[in-house]
């Protein structure tokens, strides 16, 4: 009873989140199209997109591979949402996350990834390689001002458990990690930009280059999944983010005020930068945000 | 019991007699002298034997009626008995040998033999002083006439030279007796010892000149250019006379002589012999003539007799063991090789391909060069570790490093010549003559090594810790190698079944060494199914499979340093034979060796020095080391060239990508943990957790660090599917280093965890990876492509393997992670930590390109039809699969008994990880492999059928119906992209990848090679000048002693 | 000019080594204990007037048996190496003086008296088996000498080697079954002092050791003197 | 003293003859000096009281070895001549 | 100074001087022959040395004959011992003398030069 109980308030979690997601990219593509002097699409385009995509009928496969890549990469996504608490001091909307702490979640994510990797790899289509290949390269230095950042707050707060990273940061702005270790949430935060594929770091679709980067190959459901997942994953990384540095969320709007604000932080600087290449990226990824990231942990060392 | 003077009597008598026989008589004269020959073996052997076991006592051989001093005396002990025996043998051997080229020159040539044969059992046994030197003279001119038996220029030459080098010897020498008779008023040797005359100067002297003769007949380094020529130039049996025969005499000779000069001619004696072994070997790495370079090896073995004479009073009564394993095995091994090299008739040792036209003579010379190298189970491996031991005991550590160095050399130009020989290029056109007279004296003296390595055994201190039964066994497989492979298999198979359930029971209360045994044992049980599927009779593969697999046991079971190392040698040999075995991989194997046998000697070292002031041998004895500094760091390298630490890496990725397929995971998933295992005793000797803050661990997590970043980065640039492997394999020991070096106790679970990973990961990838290979016959990855088709077994198994490797939930991979963090925020060690990490996001680039190159991506036509790999490597992977997801969900099996065990013993008493049910915590966080499993399995399987639902009209499409703008290329070779997949990465952070290991190495190789060349240079080739160094020799020896 | 340098300091330093040894010398006054013994004692032993020959054949008779044996080696050796040389074609060598020939016919047989007399009597007077094995082979250069173009039969003098050698050593193992041990010169009997037939085996030993080392030393010279009447077209 | 002048002068003579051996240019001449480097040592040795080694130094060391000597020299000689 | 001035004295430092000048022409000499040669002298030295030694003034022969009589023998010879090992060098001496000149003819067959520089085919 205490699991089916559970079942649905994760559940009913999930449809917050995901329709939330997909509203958020409609309001921030529509930002972005005002910001560029363009009308842009409706905020509910997402939603038809996605409802399209399921619709179609005639679907095409490269393989075992290729129809699994999609269920990996949702599985990453919805993965993530279940080890995640979302909000702060309430049990039933903590979801599966007594199973593992922050290293989980970090690593889980790794899991869509490869799906998508392999998926797309099954394809046959060079793109998608193409763009895998940089999405991994771009991502190993992403990861690393991260890894810096949660290191430095796994100190801070000597505890790798998420919640209680949460609960370290309640009563107050001036609890929140942003001002008590502000050089791991700058790290943190920049690695975020990457972490959205958004320019600069948007390489890995790189619509001049590469139509639509390692989806290539994938439309009709397949797409709808993968489409399905993106809205989660934003949304839900954005969470990750409020919780860690942020103070996290007591109530669902607060949650959904925080996130979005994460999220446009990243789209705001993808207004402003012009896109790296790869090569370009991983250096600067590898200097100034690992550089900060030291800094964070230096001086808690100290 | 026959009279010694009989000797002399038969051959003598036997010379003289075939003057008498007419020049066609050859057949005749080979008969009378082979049993003239055989006559003294008896009496000589029959001495040894009665003396030994107690039924006579040694017996002074009076002539002329009167006693000595007045007369010339000859005495029959054990020493002499036992070198007349290995004389006569060798006499009688060597003419068996020797036989077809004297009959060529007549009855003549026959006599001389004799002759010489009758001298050298002179010189064994005169103790007057004189007749020593009349019958050193005979030696000289019969060696000088059976030099001349192969009538080439070349052998005139080194004639000459030998003459007048060893005629100023003498000249030396009879100067000396001259002096001797004059101070001592006696030529009897014991008569002079006795009257203890050495008190005036001019005495002194006398016996000055007198030992340096000997010294120089033993031809020291640099003194020796005359011998090498010799060497180089005469016939192979002659040269094995030489080596073993003259130079056996000889070293009696000094024995016998050396209580005429006062104590400091022992020092003197090591000094030279030091010099000699060390310079010797040194220069033999350029050398590549094969005779030569056997003198080189030669004259270098018998400098480290001469060592281990100088340290006679510290050897105490070890001495006679010690000195018994190098001799015996120096003669034995050095005819046996010089016989091999006049059977190959091959100038150049890159010639030596040619051998493997015999299995028996490739066999012999394989034993002939392990026993000189000193490798267990032959003699001299008993003798080097004894004489180091106690040299270790009186502190003399510069000693033993110049012992180990000199070994180091010699065993790198012997490798590199074992490695010509099983690999070298070989034509087709030439076979290998073997006439039976020419082998039967190697294998005779092959056996005998056997025989001797018994001895040496029984004689040494920790001999009897030995199981001996695993080593007969071993013998076994070479006896039945020609049975088909499938059989020996099974043996093979079944006697490690059978070794696993009998070791159980001994070792069940330690969970450490459970750990690792089951990783040696299940691992090679389970990669030795995959030897299945080869077809015929894999000769000499089983052997030194069996002999790696015990050996790596042995570091497990072993309770003494001295089973330890044993282990470990064995270990390095088996498993040198099994990467040669590849097809490209004589210059890896060749790496892998230098690396292994500088290690191991790093090893011997640093127990040599744990060992110094205290009395037992036990393992623990290392943290008690009066030096730990040096100790520690020692052992720590010699483990780390094990482990491919970066640095001392770069033998590891050729060596296990040019391996047979089915080697690979022996090689890369099993045989590294042994070099795990040495760092674990090694740290736990060490202290444990109170050790923690030791300097030594604190630079070692650094290394663990860079090493797993840069083995993950070299991974990512590789094409080869098998390197790729083998670099992660670097980095992956990197990891479990770094884990080890916190000396924490959550640092250790995560360190075992790594270990069990990657031998359940790595082995895995290495048997599918060597499957794939196996049936597209190359390595190269971008030649792949698309055989996710034709083989979906392997590609399930790569998936799991990759998914565990790179850490990715739910698989037992992101335990280690999980377990990783925490002690790294635990210890404090951030910021290597974050390099480590780099290094694990690194993982994925190569995964994905393993992965997606071979299996996923474009399928080449020239593939369309192969099979799936071979059912008998497809077995092993599910059983390694399925022990994966057991880890996976349940960790807490294994990590529960692990972490207790650390926890109760001394070592790590604060417990960091607790266990509730299947949940760990620490105080940091927590992990619930069970659940996590569940959460996730339960989803995809949910998202699986909804996905099923929603796409079940979906139709598969052919290779080439892909999305493309515009024209699009038809082949799929264009089409694959794999071909320096990450050059943008390369772009970025290639300068981290520079092979600055390989450079440094190279350049040191290089330079090694050109001081050796350029010291080879001294050798003028000049007879005059080696007279001239000869003179110097003397002076400077005078120098150094007055 | 380096080299030779080199050389002068090495010469040097080796002189000054052995300064050391031989300005250690003095003169002695009497005879060791070894000496004295072969002087007193030794007399009675063995029986020989000529101390030298009582050291040489029984004291030292290994030795002994050794420098036979060298000679023989080298012999042998010198035969294997020369081997090669003989077979080209005998050129015929210019006649030797008529008055060389026919003093070579009076002198020959009187010569080869003198060498077996020295080592019959070596153990008497001065000489003994080299000296008188010398003097032997010197009648073969005479001969050579003369007749320069006679062949002298290399299988005669093996034979005389073969056999001393092999009669040497009967003797000396004699010596090991009937008399104290390996060459003791007892195994005849020791005789009257001063006479021929006296010294036990020792001038029977001695003249096998002439006769041998007289064969040896004209197997080298004849095989040194082979090289001469050669043509070889090799050179 | 008279036996010590005369021997005095015999190893003056030697050591001239070893220093013509060694350092005269004639093959032959050094041959002969070394030759009679030997005869003199046989006749030094006659007034060192040892007769035995006097006659085989005379016979031996100086005749047999100096006949050994010319047989070689002669026929390097006569190959010389002939090319 | 008398006393230096007896026979072992001379003889002794007339062998050590052979010695030197045979030494040293066995390294200095290019012509095989030469060293050849050399090598007797410093032979003959030997010889000379070991006679010397075995000298004892105003004594004779070891032969007992009319001079000496046989019961003092010890008081009037000189010792035999080194004579008889001077014998045996001899004979070894010559024995490798021939042996190193058949060498070097072989040798000098070859390669037409007594040249000890030219004879280096083998080094290294």
């Known amino acids: 009873m205490e699991l089916v109980k559970k079942i649905g308030f994760v559940l009913l979690g999930l449809f917050i989140i995901l329709n939330w997601g997909l509203i958020m990219s409609g309001i921030i593509r529509k930002i972005i199209a005002r910001l560029g002097m363009r009308r842009g699409i409706k905020v509910f385009q997402p939603y038809i997109n996605l409802i399209k995509n399921y619709s179609i009928r005639s679907q095409i496969s490269h393989g075992v591979m290729f129809y699994l890549g999609p269920v990996f990469r949702l599985s990453g996504g919805i993965g993530i949402f279940l080890f995640m608490p979302l909000i702060h001091g309430s049990e039933l909307w903590s979801n599966f996350s007594f199973t593992g702490d922050l290293i989980l979640i970090a690593y889980f994510a790794f899991f869509g990834m490869l799906g998508m990797a392999l998926g797309a790899g099954e394809g046959g289509h060079p793109y998608s390689a193409i763009g895998i290949s940089r999405g991994l390269a771009q991502f190993t230095a992403i990861e690393l001002p991260l890894t810096l950042a949660i290191i430095s707050i796994a100190i801070q707060y000597n505890t790798l458990s998420i919640s209680e990273i949460v609960a370290a940061q309640q009563g107050g702005i001036q609890n929140w990690t942003l001002v008590t270790n502000p050089f791991a949430t700058v790290a943190a935060m920049i690695s975020f930009l990457g972490a959205m594929g958004h320019s600069p770091f948007s390489v890995v679709m790189a619509p001049q280059e590469i139509p639509i980067g390692p989806p290539t190959e994938y439309h009709g459901t397949f797409l709808g999944i993968l489409q399905t997942n993106r809205a989660i994953l934003h949304v839900i990384e954005a969470v990750l983010y409020m919780n860690l540095f942020f103070g996290g969320a007591t109530n669902w709007g607060i949650l959904i005020l925080k996130s979005f604000l994460v999220y446009f932080w990243s789209v705001f600087v993808g207004m402003v930068f012009p896109r790296f290449r790869v090569d370009q990226s991983i250096p600067w990824l590898l200097k100034l945000p690992v550089l900060i990231g030291i800094i964070a942990i230096a001086l808690l060392i100290i | 019991m026959v009279s010694p003077i009989y000797i002399i009597a038969i051959l003598l008598g036997m010379a003289f007699m075939l003057g008498l026989l007419s020049k066609s008589g050859t057949r005749i004269a080979g008969i009378l002298t082979s049993v003239s020959l055989a006559l003294p073996v008896y009496i000589s052997i029959s001495w040894f034997i009665q003396i030994l076991s107690g039924n006579a006592d040694a017996i002074t051989i009076f002539t002329a009626g009167s006693v000595p001093p007045f007369s010339i005396n000859l005495v029959m002990g054990l020493e002499e008995a036992f070198f007349t025996s290995a004389i006569n043998i060798l006499g009688l051997l060597g003419f068996i040998y020797l036989s077809a080229d004297l009959k060529k020159q007549g009855v003549r040539a026959m006599a001389l033999y004799l002759v010489l044969i009758m001298g050298l059992n002179v010189v064994v046994m005169t103790r007057d002083i004189f007749n020593l030197f009349v019958f050193m003279e005979i030696v000289t001119i019969a060696v000088a006439g059976l030099i001349y038996l192969k009538n080439d220029n070349q052998s005139k030459e080194a004639g000459f030279k030998y003459l007048v080098a060893v005629g100023i010897i003498s000249l030396f020498f009879l100067i000396g007796i001259g002096f001797f008779y004059f101070y001592g008023g006696t030529l009897n040797i014991d008569g002079f010892i006795a009257a203890n005359s050495v008190v005036v100067k001019g005495a002194t002297i006398a016996i000055f000149f007198i030992i340096i003769s000997i010294i120089l007949e033993l031809k020291p380094f640099p003194a020796n250019g005359w011998a090498l020529d010799v060497y180089q130039a005469a016939t192979p049996g002659v040269s094995a006379l030489i080596s073993s025969g003259t130079a056996t005499a000889s070293i009696f000779v000094l024995y016998k002589l050396l209580p005429l000069g006062s104590e400091i001619w022992l020092q003197i004696l090591t000094v030279v012999g030091a010099v000699t072994f060390l310079g010797s070997n040194f220069l033999g790495i350029s050398q590549k003539n094969t005779n030569r370079l056997l003198g080189y090896s030669s004259i270098g073995q018998v400098g480290l007799l001469m060592m281990v004479i100088g340290f006679m009073p510290q050897l105490g009564s070890a001495f006679k063991m010690i000195f018994f394993s190098v001799f015996i095995s120096h003669f034995l091994a050095k005819a046996g090789l010089f016989w091999l090299s006049g059977i190959v008739k091959k100038e150049s040792i890159t010639d030596w391909g040619i051998l493997r036209g015999s299995n028996i003579a490739l066999f012999l010379f394989g034993i002939f060069l392990f026993a000189l190298v000193g490798f267990p189970p032959f003699p001299s491996f008993y003798g080097k570790w004894q004489m180091v031991m106690e040299l270790a005991g009186t502190g003399r550590f510069i000693w033993i490093v110049i012992i180990l160095l000199g070994s180091f050399f010699e065993g790198l130009y012997l490798f590199r010549w074992l490695g010509y020989a099983i690999k070298g290029e070989k034509s087709n056109e030439e076979k290998l003559q073997i006439p039976w007279d020419k082998i039967v004296p190697p294998f005779i003296f092959g056996i005998s090594l056997f025989i001797a390595a018994y001895y040496a055994n029984s004689m040494s201190v920790y001999g009897n810790t030995i199981n001996l039964i695993p080593l007969v066994f071993i013998l076994l497989l070479f006896v039945i190698d020609f049975l088909p492979a499938y059989i020996k298999n099974t043996i093979t198979i079944g006697a490690m079944v059978y070794y696993a359930v009998n070791l159980y029971p001994s070792i069940s209360d330690d969970t450490l060494r459970v750990v690792f045994a089951a990783i040696f044992l299940i691992g090679g049980i389970l990669t030795m199914i995959a030897g299945y599927s080869v077809k015929g009779k894999r000769k000499g593969f089983f052997p030194f499979a069996v002999m790696m697999y015990f050996g790596l046991i042995g570091l497990i079971e072993a309770e003494n340093l001295f089973q330890f190392f044993f282990a470990w040698e064995l270990m390095t040999l088996g498993s040198y034979i099994l990467i040669i075995r590849g097809k490209f991989s004589m210059k890896h194997a060749f790496n892998y060796m230098l690396f292994s046998l500088g290690g191991a000697y790093l090893i011997f070292l640093g127990i040599a020095m744990s060992s110094f002031g205290n009395t037992s041998l036990d393992i623990g004895i290392i943290g008690l080391s009066t030096m730990p500094g040096w100790s520690y760091t020692l052992l720590a390298i010699g483990f780390l060239t094990k482990t491919a630490a970066l640095g001392l890496h770069i033998w590891l990725p050729g060596a296990h990508a040019e391996a047979e397929s089915d080697v690979s995971p022996m090689v890369s998933g099993i045989l590294l943990k042994g070099g795990v295992f040495g760092l674990i005793v090694l740290f736990l000797a060490m202290g444990g957790e109170q050790a923690a803050s030791h300097p030594l661990l604190y630079s070692l997590g650094w290394l663990g660090a860079i090493t797993a970043l840069g083995g993950n980065l070299l991974a990512v640039f590789q094409e080869d599917a098998k390197r790729l492997l083998a670099y992660s394999s670097v980095a992956n020991l990197g990891y479990i280093l770094f884990a080890l070096a916190f000396m924490t106790n959550i640092g250790w679970l995560s360190a075992l965890t790594y270990s069990i990973n990657h031998f359940l990961f790595k082995t895995l990838l290495f048997l599918a990876i060597g499957g794939v290979v196996l049936r597209v016959k190359t390595h190269n990855m971008y030649e792949m492509g698309g055989l996710i088709k034709q083989m979906p077994w392997s590609f399930i198994a790569v998936l799991i393997g990759i998914i565990t490797l790179a850490g990715i939930p739910p698989l037992s991979g992101y335990a280690g992670k999980w377990l990783f963090y925490n002690a790294v925020i635990t210890k404090g060690w951030y910021f290597q930590g974050v390099l480590v990490f780099f290094a694990g996001t690194i993982a994925f680039l190569y995964c994905f390109k393993l992965i997606y190159s071979v299996f996923l991506g474009q399928p080449k036509d020239r593939f369309r039809k192969v099979k799936e790999a071979p059912i008998w490597y497809l077995i092993p992977q599910f059983i390694l699969i399925i022990g994966i997801m057991i880890f996976s969900a349940r960790p807490d099996l294994v990590l529960k008994p692990i972490g207790a065990l650390l926890t109760q013993s001394s070592y790590f008493p604060s417990d960091s990880l607790s266990w509730e049910n299947v949940t760990a915590s620490t105080n940091l966080g927590y992990w619930s492999g069970y659940k996590i499993m569940l959460v996730i399995g339960v989803m995809f399987a949910v998202l699986l059928v909804w996905l099923m639902y929603m796409s079940r009209k979906t139709q598969k499409v052919k290779q080439f119906n892909i999305v493309y703008a515009g024209e699009r290329p038809f082949t799929p070779e264009t089409t694959h992209f794999s071909h320096n997949m990450f050059s943008h990465y390369y772009k970025a952070l290639g300068f981290l990848s520079a092979p600055l290991a390989t450079r440094f190495w190279n350049i040191t190789n290089d330079i090694t090679h050109r001081i050796a060349d350029g010291s080879k240079r001294l050798y003028t080739g000049n007879g005059q000048t080696y007279l001239a160094v000869i003179m110097a020799y003397i002076i400077i020896i005078y120098l150094i002693m007055f | 000019m380096l080299r030779n340098s080199l050389r002068v300091i090495i010469i040097a330093a080796l002189g000054w080594i052995l300064f050391q040894v031989y300005s250690g010398y003095s003169s002695r006054d009497e005879l060791n204990e070894l000496a004295g013994y072969y002087a007193t004692e030794g007399l009675s032993e063995v029986g020989a007037a000529n101390l030298v020959t009582s050291v040489v054949v029984t004291y030292r008779g290994l030795d002994t048996l050794g420098e036979v044996t060298i000679l023989f080696l080298t012999a042998l050796i010198i035969g294997l190496m020369l081997k090669a040389e003989h077979r080209g074609d005998r050129t015929r060598l210019r006649e030797s003086s008529e008055f060389l020939v026919t003093a070579s016919h009076v002198l020959l047989p009187v010569i080869f008296m003198v060498g077996v007399y020295i080592f019959i009597n070596g153990h008497l007077t001065p000489g003994g088996g080299f000296q008188g094995g010398a003097i032997l082979a010197s009648t073969l250069i005479l001969m050579l000498l003369s007749f320069t173009n006679s062949k002298i039969s290399h299988k005669v003098l093996e034979i005389t080697e073969s056999v001393s050698g092999i009669s040497f050593i009967v003797l000396g193992i004699l010596g090991v079954i009937l008399a104290g041990g390996f060459l003791d010169n007892k195994i005849l009997p020791l005789g009257e002092f001063g006479k021929l037939f006296s010294a036990g085996a020792i001038p029977v030993i001695y003249s096998f050791i002439g006769l041998k080392v007289g064969a040896e030393l004209s197997t080298i010279i004849l095989e040194f003197n082979q090289i001469q009447g050669t043509d070889d077209k090799s050179l | ?83 | 100074m008398t006393n230096l001035f007896s026979i072992e004295y001379i003889t002794i430092f007339t062998s050590f001087a052979l010695l030197v000048l045979g030494l040293w022409g066995i390294i200095s000499q290019k012509n095989i022959f030469k060293i050849i040669i050399s090598f007797s002298i410093v032979n003959t030295s030997i010889h000379l040395l070991l006679v010397s030694l075995a000298y004892i003034r105003n004594r004779t022969a070891p032969i007992i004959d009319s001079a000496v009589d046989r019961v003092n023998a010890a008081e009037k010879v000189v010792d035999p011992v080194p004579h008889a090992l001077v014998l045996t060098a001899i004979v070894i001496g010559i024995g490798i003398t021939a042996l190193m000149l058949s060498y070097a003819f072989t040798m000098y067959k070859q390669h037409k030069t007594l040249d000890i520089n030219q004879y280096k085919s083998l080094k290294w």
Do not use: C, W
């Open chain 4, 1 to 83: 003293m008279i036996y010590s002048i005369i021997v005095l002068i015999l190893s003056l003579i030697m050591l001239v003859m070893a220093l013509v051996a060694i350092h005269h240019k004639s093959l032959q001449i050094a041959v002969i000096a070394s030759g009679i480097i030997s005869l003199f040592a046989s006749v030094v040795y006659i007034f060192l009281a040892a007769p035995d080694v006097a006659i085989t130094e005379a016979s031996i060391g100086s005749a047999l070895t100096v006949i050994i000597f010319f047989y070689v020299l002669n026929k390097i000689r006569h190959s010389d001549a002939k090319e």
